[in-house]
T-cell receptor, first 117, second 118 residues
Framework: AQKITQTQPGMFVQEKEAVTLDCTYD???????LFWYKQPSSGEMIFLIY??????QNATEGRYSLNFQKARKSANLVISASQLGDSAMYFC??????????????FGKGTKLSVKP | DADVTQTPRNRITKTGKRIMLECSQT?????MYWYRQDPGLGLRLIYY???????NKGEISDGYSVSRQAQAKFSLSLESAIPNQTALYFC?????????????????FGSGTQLSVL
C-alpha cells in the first residue's frame, strides 16, 4: 500500500489566488513527520515546510501552510497568494519515527502546479 | 558553491556500460542517500549510508551499488546499465538528529544527474 498519496497529478491556479495541494498518508507509527518539497523546472529539490505528528499547531512558513488533519491522515499544503514562480512539482513526504520504512523519507508521486497570469 | 554537488549533471550511456555517479558534500552531515526520480513515480530510495562504515539498501537497490569513500563522498554505480535505469538521480544528505528524535530530519539535495541509457 502506498504510504503517501497525492491524488492531483496536475493543478492550475490563477495568480494571486490561494491553492491547496492534497496529501494523505498511511502509517501506524504514532511518531512521524511530514514534509513538502518543491521542484521547479530547473530540477532541484527545495524544502518548504515540516509538520510533526505531535505538533499542536499547523506549520506555517511565509506563504506556505500545512493543513494537518491527524484523524483524516491528511497533510495538505496551502499556498496563499500564488505567484508565477510557484509553478513547479510539489512532493509530499513522510518519515516514520519508530522505524517504519527504516526511518527514511518516503515520497509521494507529486503534483504539478501551474500558475496562470 | 553548492553544499551537495553531483557529477556529472547529465550523462548519456549505452546499455551494458558501467557508470558511476558521484556526490560530495560540504555540509558535514553523516548521512547520505541516493534517490531516483521517474516521471509519475516520485522519488524512490536506492541506497543510504549513515556513516562511512554503514551502507543500507533502499526500496530499489537491484542493479545498483554504492561506495562511501569518505564522510563527504558517496558514489552510485550501475555495473551494467539498462534502459529502464534512465532517470533523474539525486544525492541527498541529512544530519544525525540529537536526542534520537528523527522525524524532523530534513534532507538536503544535490542538483541531480539526468542519466539516459540507450
Amino acid at each position: 500500500a502506498q504510504k503517501i498519496t497525492q491524488t492531483q497529478p496536475g493543478m492550475f491556479v490563477q495568480e494571486k489566488e490561494a491553492v491547496t495541494l492534497d496529501c494523505t498518508y498511511d502509517t501506524s507509527d504514532p511518531s512521524y513527520g511530514l514534509f513538502w518539497y518543491k521542484q521547479p523546472s530547473s530540477g532541484e529539490m527545495i524544502f518548504l515546510i515540516y509538520q510533526g505528528s505531535y505538533d499542536q499547531q499547523n506549520a506555517t512558513e511565509g506563504r506556505y501552510s500545512l493543513n494537518f488533519q491527524k484523524a483524516r491522515k491528511s497533510a495538505n499544503l496551502v499556498i496563499s497568494a500564488s505567484q508565477l514562480g510557484d509553478s513547479a512539482m510539489y512532493f509530499c513526504a513522510m518519515r516514520e519515527g519508530w522505524g517504519g520504512s527504516q526511518g527514511n523519507l518516503i515520497f509521494g508521486k507529486g503534483t504539478k502546479l501551474s500558475v496562470k497570469p | 558553491d553548492a553544499d551537495v554537488t553531483q557529477t556529472p549533471r547529465n550523462r548519456i550511456t549505452k546499455t551494458g556500460k558501467r557508470i558511476m555517479l558521484e556526490c560530495s558534500q560540504t555540509k558535514g552531515h553523516d548521512r547520505m542517500y541516493w534517490y531516483r526520480q521517474d516521471p509519475g513515480l516520485g522519488l524512490r530510495l536506492i541506497y543510504y549510508s549513515f556513516d562511512v562504515k554503514d551502507i543500507n539498501k533502499g526500496e530499489i537497490s537491484d542493479g545498483y551499488s554504492v561506495s562511501r569513500q569518505a564522510q563527504a563522498k558517496f558514489s552510485l554505480s550501475l555495473e551494467s546499465a539498462i534502459p529502464n535505469q534512465t532517470a533523474l538521480y539525486f544525492c541527498a544528505t541529512s544530519e544525525r538528529p540529537l536526542g534520537g528524535r528523527t522525524t524532523n530530519e530534513k534532507l538536503f539535495f544535490g542538483s541531480g544527474t539526468q542519466l539516459s541509457v540507450l
